[in-house]
C-alpha cells in the first residue's frame, strides 16, 4: 500500500511539473502592460526567447520523465533508484538556460523606467516566481 502511494504521488508529480512547464505566461500581454519602447523592444525579446527556451526544455524533460516513470512502473520489479537519480538531474541540466533568461531579464530591467520595473517584477513573481525559485523566495533576477 505504501509503494502504491508513492507511485501515485510520483505520477501526479510528474504530471503537474510537466503542465506547469508548459503552461506558457503571455508575454504578449506583458509587453502591452509595459508600453515597451521601440529601443527596449530587442532587449524585451531576448529575454522572452530566452525564458520560452527554458520553459519548453523543463516541459520536454518533466514528459520524459513521466514516460520514464510509466516504464519503470511496467517492471515485474520496478527501480525506482535509477528513476530518482534521473529525476535530481532534470532541473541540473537546465540550469544554464535559466541563469541565460535571468541574465537577459536583467539587461532589461537596466532599461526600464520605474513603472515598467514594478510591472515586469510583478510578471516574472506571478508567473516564473513559483517555477525559479523556492517558495517564499524570489529569484536573485526578480
Given at each position: 500500500m505504501?509503494l502504491f502511494?508513492?507511485?501515485a504521488?510520483?505520477?501526479?508529480?510528474a504530471?503537474?511539473?510537466?503542465?506547469?512547464?508548459?503552461?506558457m505566461?503571455s508575454?504578449?500581454d506583458l509587453?502591452?502592460?509595459l508600453?515597451?519602447?521601440?529601443?527596449?523592444k530587442?532587449q524585451?525579446d531576448?529575454?522572452?526567447?530566452a525564458?520560452?527556451?527554458a520553459?519548453?526544455a523543463v516541459a520536454?524533460s518533466a514528459?520524459?520523465m513521466?514516460?520514464?516513470?510509466?516504464e519503470?512502473l511496467?517492471?515485474?520489479?520496478?527501480d525506482?533508484?535509477?528513476?530518482?537519480?534521473?529525476?535530481?538531474?532534470?532541473?541540473?541540466?537546465?540550469r544554464?538556460l535559466f541563469k541565460?533568461?535571468g541574465q537577459?531579464?536583467?539587461k532589461l530591467f537596466?532599461q526600464?523606467?520605474?513603472?515598467q520595473?514594478?510591472i515586469?517584477k510583478?510578471f516574472?513573481?506571478?508567473?516564473?516566481?513559483?517555477?525559479?525559485a523556492?517558495?517564499?523566495?524570489?529569484?536573485?533576477?526578480?
Amino acid at each position: 500500500m505504501r509503494l502504491f502511494r508513492l507511485v501515485a504521488a510520483l505520477l501526479v508529480l510528474a504530471a503537474s511539473m510537466a503542465a506547469s512547464a508548459a503552461s506558457m505566461p503571455s508575454f504578449d500581454d506583458l509587453e502591452k502592460r509595459l508600453n515597451i519602447r521601440p529601443e527596449q523592444k530587442e532587449q524585451f525579446d531576448m529575454a522572452v526567447g530566452a525564458t520560452k527556451r527554458a520553459l519548453l526544455a523543463v516541459a520536454a524533460s518533466a514528459l520524459d520523465m513521466k514516460q520514464r516513470l510509466a516504464e519503470e512502473l511496467m517492471k515485474p520489479r520496478p527501480d525506482f533508484s535509477h528513476f530518482f537519480q534521473g529525476a535530481d538531474k532534470l532541473f541540473e541540466q537546465h540550469r544554464p538556460l535559466f541563469k541565460e533568461a535571468g541574465q537577459e531579464w536583467k539587461k532589461l530591467f537596466a532599461q526600464l523606467d520605474d513603472k515598467q520595473a514594478r510591472i515586469l517584477k510583478d510578471f516574472l513573481r506571478d508567473n516564473l516566481g513559483r517555477v525559479l525559485a523556492p517558495s517564499g523566495s524570489d529569484p536573485e533576477w526578480i
